[in-house]
């Protein structure tokens, strides 16, 4: 890199007065060690959409460091770039961190989704030093032979009302726009964000019932080919249980829930309610006001040049 000597000469009171004021960095902050972990799954990041939780992606990954790190599926959406590009500074800052990782020898897989399915014709290449596949079989620490795989595939023999079908599709989008709305008048009033769409998972028998079989049929599929347990994701709808002698780990999504799974080096699976992780607000609240005050400054430096 190219060294420069440093000229600056002392300023008098009266020139010094009118001197820029520095830019604070927003990426200046104190470090704090990373957690370490074996593995980390995270699925249906959803880039390229409205209600994509980028920057809360971004800050789970620079909490923890792992030597495996799968991306379990609809990390882009190809669906919505269809009818449109929406794409934000925070959705390049995952796709810089996700190539650094890969190039500092982490193991990253890119499991294909149904959003992402443009990328299955890719299967078994790779992208940088990141592998595209459409399953992957993974092993833990503790030996448990795990199906890694996006879960679209047992829709299949999922029994779903056509109701249901319709609300999974086109009435989900509309959940989304809505709750959009009602959580940008909660936090105007100071209240934190509220998810229409979990609710409904949680209090509406048919989205239950849904779920339920869904779960079933990933577990039932996995268990039929010799396998101790799956990871999966789709439905948007985080867990972490044994069903029938299988081991079902659902990572949920980074659009409502913020949610993933990792692996620790004994071979334990432990899902993360990102979210709700001790620090997380501290950390992001932090973070906004010191984008607040560089662009302060910014406008400052701005206005002192113009006069």
Same mark, same amino acid.
């Given at each position: 890199?190219?060294?420069?000597?440093?000229?600056?000469?002392? +300023?008098?009171?009266?020139?010094?007065?009118?001197?820029?004021?520095?830019?604070?960095?927003?990426?200046?902050?104190?470090?704090?060690?990373?957690?370490?972990?074996?593995?980390?799954?995270?699925?249906?990041?959803?880039?390229?959409?409205?209600?994509?939780?980028?920057?809360?992606?971004?800050?789970?990954?620079?909490?923890?460091?792992?030597?495996?790190?799968?991306?379990? &599926?609809? @990390?882009?959406?190809?669906?919505?770039?269809?009818?449109? @590009?929406?794409?934000?500074?925070?959705?390049?800052?995952? @796709?810089?961190?996700?190539?650094?990782?890969?190039?500092?020898?982490?193991?990253?897989? +890119?499991?294909?989704?149904?959003?992402?399915?443009?990328?299955?014709?890719?299967?078994?290449?790779?992208?940088?030093? @990141?592998?595209?596949?459409?399953?992957?079989?993974?092993?833990?620490?503790?030996?448990?032979?795990?199906?890694?795989?996006?879960?679209?595939?047992?829709?299949?023999?999922?029994?779903?009302?056509?109701?249901?079908?319709?609300?999974?599709?086109?009435?989900?989008?509309?959940?989304?726009?809505?709750?959009?709305?009602?959580?940008?008048?909660? $936090?105007?009033? =100071?209240?934190? $964000?509220?998810?229409?769409?979990?609710?409904?998972?949680?209090?509406?028998?048919?989205?239950?019932?849904?779920?339920?079989? +869904?779960? %079933?049929?990933?577990? +039932?599929?996995?268990?039929?080919?010799?396998?101790?347990?799956?990871?999966?994701?789709?439905? !948007? /709808?985080?867990?972490?249980?044994?069903?029938? &002698?299988?081991?079902?780990?659902?990572? =949920?999504?980074?659009?409502?829930?913020?949610?993933?799974?990792?692996?620790?080096?004994?071979?334990?699976?432990?899902?993360? !309610?990102?979210?709700?992780?001790?620090? /997380?607000?501290?950390?992001?609240?932090?973070?906004?006001?010191?984008?607040?005050?560089?662009?302060?400054?910014?406008?400052?430096? %701005?206005?002192?040049?113009?006069?």
């Amino acid at each position: 890199m190219r060294e420069f000597k440093d000229l600056s000469q002392p +300023y008098s009171s009266a020139v010094a007065s009118q001197t820029k004021p520095s830019l604070p960095s927003p990426e200046d902050k104190p470090f704090h060690p990373k957690e370490k972990v074996r593995s980390i799954f995270i699925s249906d990041v959803h880039l390229g959409t409205k209600d994509c939780k980028a920057s809360e992606l971004n800050d789970f990954l620079k909490h923890y460091s792992c030597q495996n790190l799968f991306l379990v &599926g609809d @990390i882009f959406d190809g669906w919505k770039m269809r009818t449109g @590009i929406y794409w934000k500074n925070s959705f390049n800052r995952v @796709i810089r961190r996700l190539l650094k990782l890969s190039k500092q020898g982490i193991n990253v897989y +890119y499991i294909t989704g149904n959003h992402d399915e443009f990328l299955r014709k890719y299967a078994n290449n790779r992208f940088e030093n @990141i592998k595209i596949v459409n399953r992957y079989t993974h092993l833990t620490a503790d030996n448990k032979k795990l199906l890694v795989i996006h879960g679209d595939q047992f829709e299949s023999v999922t029994h779903c009302s056509k109701f249901w079908k319709f609300v999974g599709d086109f009435g989900y989008d509309i959940l989304m726009s809505l709750n959009r709305w009602h959580n940008f008048g909660r $936090n105007r009033l =100071g209240f934190g $964000n509220w998810s229409l769409s979990a609710y409904l998972k949680k209090n509406n028998k048919t989205a239950r019932n849904y779920i339920s079989n +869904y779960e %079933k049929a990933v577990a +039932y599929g996995a268990g039929r080919q010799d396998y101790d347990g799956v990871v999966c994701g789709h439905i !948007h /709808h985080a867990a972490l249980k044994e069903i029938d &002698g299988v081991h079902y780990y659902n990572t =949920g999504d980074w659009v409502e829930s913020c949610t993933a799974i990792s692996e620790s080096f004994n071979g334990e699976m432990k899902l993360h !309610h990102w979210l709700s992780e001790p620090g /997380h607000h501290m950390r992001m609240e932090k973070k906004k006001r010191r984008k607040q005050a560089h662009k302060k400054a910014a406008r400052t430096q %701005k206005q002192q040049e113009e006069a």
